[in-house]
């Protein structure tokens, strides 16, 4: 069932996961991890939140900039409904809340959804792939505050496959330009992706004549099979300068931050 919490910064929200809305907030409030290398946020903008989750990227920069225009997406339905109430308890009232994700073309696809670790859920959620992502992460935090000392391997496998209990869901999904047509978008200042492997199916369902309507990016990329330079070389020859990133807690592992604005 949701819970009501207070974040640090005073704002009540509902969520399931406290370890997991600690996470975000520390990443999204205090590292600021959307806005580096050069990503603003301007007055009177237009964001799109794509893989909103339960909204705090969205609370987030509303917050730091009021005038913004948000539209935030967020295919599966648990994770669409905290999205909403949180959008309502928070007084979000220059961001819309969507049902659905985007991807190369509209339709209905099956979702894994990790009920206890749900940034993960997503499209293409692979169970022991993801744990192996758990894993580093968890080994990397355990060993900072033991004095990076080593941590048995039992323990990290345990922790993880319990982070890992799976359901499924069928989730709408349409392209970004259908919903720029839909809503008469003429300019996005910020598309934030953070779609669990679904990030290159959303740049395919942009159309050429969509694409000088982005202005910035900031995109989760899970890099296991080339999708790195796919995703830097396509944003380059659309015309943007593009930096690639990784958090110290994930090295080794496939995910990374792409930052991109055009010049």
């Not at 993801?130 to 990290?156: C, F, H, M, N, W």
Request: glycine share 6%; aromatic share 8%; proline share 5%.
């Amino acid at each position: 069932m949701p819970k009501q919490i207070q974040l640090p910064n005073g704002v009540i929200i509902v969520h399931h996961n406290q370890s997991e809305t600690d996470f975000v907030y520390k990443e999204v409030f205090e590292e600021h991890c959307y806005l580096k290398h050069g990503i603003v946020l301007p007055e009177e903008g237009c964001v799109f939140d794509v893989g909103a989750n339960i909204g705090l990227f969205s609370l987030y920069a509303s917050r730091l900039q009021p005038s913004l225009k948000i539209f935030a997406f967020e295919p599966i339905p648990p994770l669409y409904q905290l999205l909403d109430e949180n959008r309502r308890l928070c007084g979000m009232r220059r961001v819309q809340a969507f049902p659905y994700g985007l991807s190369s073309k509209a339709g209905r696809e099956s979702f894994i959804y990790y009920p206890r670790n749900s940034i993960m859920s997503g499209r293409y959620a692979d169970d022991r792939a993801d744990r192996e992502i758990v894993k580093t992460y968890l080994r990397s935090q355990l060993q900072e505050a033991d004095g990076k000392r080593s941590v048995p391997d039992a323990l990290i496998d345990t922790v993880a496959k319990g982070a890992l209990a799976v359901e499924r869901f069928d989730c709408e999904l349409r392209t970004l330009s259908e919903v720029i047509a839909a809503q008469g978008i003429v300019q996005i200042d910020l598309l934030k992706l953070d779609v669990e492997k679904s990030e290159v199916d959303v740049l395919l369902g942009i159309a050429d004549a969509d694409w000088p309507k982005i202005r910035q990016l900031v995109i989760e990329v899970y890099d296991d099979s080339g999708q790195l330079d796919l995703v830097g070389n396509m944003l380059r020859n659309k015309g943007f300068r593009v930096v690639t990133e990784q958090d110290a807690c994930l090295l080794g592992s496939p995910v990374h931050m792409v930052y991109a604005r055009r010049g």
